[in-house]
C-alpha cells in the first residue's frame, strides 16, 4: 500500500489524503492502485457516512497523474491489475464518483491537471483562498477521457468547460468560486473548521437516505436513470427504522439517532 495515500477513520467519517506534497500530490499508479483499495474498504464499510478526501502541504490539493507514468496509447492512466482489476486516473475518478457515502473534495491548495476532475467527482468542494486551477492538456496533446468530460460539462456547463480544456484557462480563486467549481471559499484559518462542520452534518443525516437520493441524482445527472430503480430505492427509505426514528425524533422534538436501516 502507497505511503503516499492515507485512509483514516473516525467514526462515520473517513478521510483520504494525498501525502506527497513535495511532488504536489500528484498521482504514480501505485499511488492510484492504493486509493482505490481505500475505496473498496469505505465501500464495505458500513459505519462510514462520508469521506472526506483531502491533502497534505498548503500548496496543491492534487497536480494529477504523474505525468511520468504516461506513455503514449495509454492517456487515460488506465492499466489492469494482477488482480484483473481495471487500475488508472479515469477509474479512479468514476470509482471517487460512485462512491456509496457522500465525498467532501476538501481542496487544501490548488489544483492541477488531473486533480481538477478528481475533485469535480467529489458531491461538495470546499476551496482555500488564493487556490488556483488549471488543466493543460490541450498544452500536452492529450484528448482527455469521456468520464471527465462529462463531469466538466455536466457539473459546470460546456462554456465553462470549454475554457477549462479547449483554452487550458487558468481560474483564480474567486472566478472558481463564481463558476461553482467550488462550493464554498474560506480562508484558510476557517478551513477545517468549514470541512469538520460539513462533514458532522453529512454524518448527522439519514445514512439510507443520502445514499439513495445520492445514487438517484447522480443516476439523473447522467441521463441513465431508471425510474423503477429509483423508485425501490424509495421503498428501501420507506420501510426503514431510519424513517421510524426520524419522525419520532421530530414528534419528540430531539435530535434523531440513525442506524443505517
Same mark, same amino acid.
Given at each position: 500500500? #502507497?505511503?503516499?495515500?492515507?485512509?483514516?477513520?473516525?467514526?462515520?467519517?473517513?478521510?483520504?489524503?494525498?501525502?506527497?506534497?513535495?511532488v504536489?500530490?500528484?498521482?504514480?499508479?501505485a499511488?492510484?492502485?492504493?486509493?482505490?483499495?481505500?475505496?473498496?474498504?469505505?465501500?464495505?464499510?458500513?459505519?462510514?457516512?462520508?469521506?472526506?478526501?483531502?491533502?497534505a502541504?498548503?500548496?496543491?490539493?492534487?497536480?494529477?497523474?504523474?505525468?511520468g #507514468?504516461?506513455?503514449?496509447?495509454?492517456a487515460?492512466?488506465?492499466?489492469?491489475? #494482477?488482480?484483473?482489476?481495471?487500475?488508472?486516473?479515469?477509474?479512479?475518478?468514476?470509482?471517487?464518483?460512485?462512491?456509496?457515502? *457522500?465525498?467532501?473534495?476538501?481542496?487544501?491548495?490548488?489544483?492541477?491537471?488531473?486533480g481538477?476532475?478528481?475533485?469535480?467527482?467529489?458531491?461538495?468542494?470546499?476551496?482555500?483562498?488564493?487556490?488556483?486551477?488549471?488543466?493543460?492538456?490541450?498544452?500536452?496533446?492529450?484528448?482527455?477521457?469521456?468520464?471527465?468530460l462529462?463531469?466538466?460539462?455536466?457539473?459546470?456547463? *460546456?462554456?465553462?468547460?470549454?475554457?477549462?480544456?479547449?483554452?487550458?484557462?487558468?481560474f483564480?480563486?474567486?472566478?472558481?468560486?463564481?463558476?461553482?467549481?467550488?462550493?464554498?471559499?474560506?480562508?484558510?484559518s476557517?478551513?477545517?473548521?468549514?470541512?469538520?462542520?460539513? +462533514?458532522?452534518?453529512?454524518?448527522?443525516?439519514?445514512?439510507?437516505?443520502?445514499?439513495?437520493?445520492?445514487?438517484?441524482?447522480n443516476?439523473?445527472?447522467?441521463?441513465?436513470?431508471?425510474?423503477?430503480?429509483i423508485?425501490?430505492?424509495?421503498?428501501?427509505? +420507506?420501510?426503514?427504522?431510519?424513517?421510524?426514528?426520524?419522525?419520532?425524533?421530530v414528534?419528540?422534538?430531539?435530535?434523531?439517532?440513525?442506524?443505517?436501516?
Amino acid at each position: 500500500m #502507497s505511503e503516499h495515500i492515507l485512509l483514516t477513520i473516525d467514526g462515520p467519517r473517513a478521510t483520504i489524503t494525498l501525502n506527497n506534497p513535495a511532488v504536489h500530490n500528484r498521482l504514480a499508479p501505485a499511488d492510484i492502485k492504493a486509493f482505490i483499495a481505500h475505496l473498496d474498504t469505505i465501500e464495505t464499510a458500513t459505519d462510514v457516512r462520508l469521506l472526506v478526501v483531502t491533502g497534505a502541504g498548503e500548496k496543491t490539493f492534487c497536480a494529477g497523474f504523474d505525468l511520468g #507514468s504516461l506513455k503514449p496509447g495509454a492517456a487515460s492512466g488506465n492499466a489492469d491489475g #494482477s488482480d484483473g482489476k481495471r487500475y488508472g486516473f479515469e477509474v479512479l475518478c468514476d470509482r471517487l464518483e460512485a462512491s456509496r457515502v *457522500p465525498t467532501i473534495g476538501a481542496l487544501n491548495g490548488s489544483v492541477y491537471g488531473g486533480g481538477t476532475d478528481l475533485a469535480l467527482a467529489c458531491d461538495f468542494r470546499i476551496g482555500i483562498r488564493g487556490m488556483r486551477a488549471f488543466l493543460p492538456a490541450g498544452r500536452l496533446g492529450l484528448h482527455y477521457y469521456p468520464s471527465g468530460l462529462r463531469r466538466f460539462t455536466e457539473r459546470l456547463g *460546456p462554456g465553462v468547460a470549454k475554457r477549462f480544456l479547449l483554452l487550458a484557462e487558468e481560474f483564480d480563486d474567486a472566478e472558481l468560486h463564481r463558476i461553482g467549481y467550488v462550493d464554498w471559499l474560506v480562508d484558510r484559518s476557517a478551513f477545517a473548521a468549514k470541512v469538520d462542520g460539513l +462533514a458532522a452534518t453529512i454524518g448527522g443525516l439519514a445514512p439510507l437516505s443520502l445514499t439513495g437520493m445520492k445514487a438517484s441524482i447522480n443516476d439523473i445527472a447522467c441521463a441513465v436513470f431508471d425510474e423503477d430503480v429509483i423508485r425501490q430505492r424509495i421503498r428501501t427509505c +420507506a420501510m426503514s427504522d431510519d424513517l421510524v426514528e426520524g419522525i419520532a425524533a421530530v414528534n419528540d422534538k430531539r435530535k434523531p439517532v440513525f442506524r443505517g436501516r
